[in-house]
Nanobody
Framework: QVQLVESGGGLVQPGGSLRLSCAASGSIFSINAMGWYRQAPGKQRELVAQITSGGSTNYADSVKGRFTISRDNAKNTVTLQMNSLKPEDTAVYYC?????????????????WGQGTQVTVSS
């Protein structure tokens, strides 16, 4: 069993900041990439930011310079620091992890998702 538990969403005014955190737990051998996706009402889920186990990062153009992703490999956690928030950042944010598990003597890699946390940017 694997769980991704998110925290840190909420309501913030435009220009404000929020920090999202996600902790992975369970039967995990290793974690490859971790990231954050978001889905606004009526829109498809989109990648916000991703970080590899080696620390390489990738950001959506819409958040570059405003959001920063980081991870703690020892604790299996990933954090998204969101600054200069805009109303268009309003969405449900989902934590994602591509991780490897050992099942029955074999290694399996798969994507896991958190339950989602609401971020609302409004005055």
């Amino acid at each position: 069993q694997v769980q991704l538990v998110e925290s840190g969403g909420g309501l913030v005014q435009p220009g404000g900041s929020l920090r999202l955190s996600c902790a992975a737990s369970g039967s995990i051998f290793s974690i490859n990439a971790m990231g954050w996706y978001r889905q606004a009402p009526g829109k498809q889920r989109e990648l916000v930011a991703q970080i590899t186990s080696g620390g390489s990062t990738n950001y959506a153009d819409s958040v570059k310079g405003r959001f920063t992703i980081s991870r703690d490999n020892a604790k299996n956690t990933v954090t998204l620091q969101m600054n200069s928030l805009k109303p268009e950042d309003t969405a449900v944010y989902y934590c994602n992890a591509n991780l490897r598990r050992k099942i029955g003597g074999y290694y399996h890699s798969d994507d896991y998702w958190g339950q989602g946390t609401q971020v609302t940017v409004s005055s």
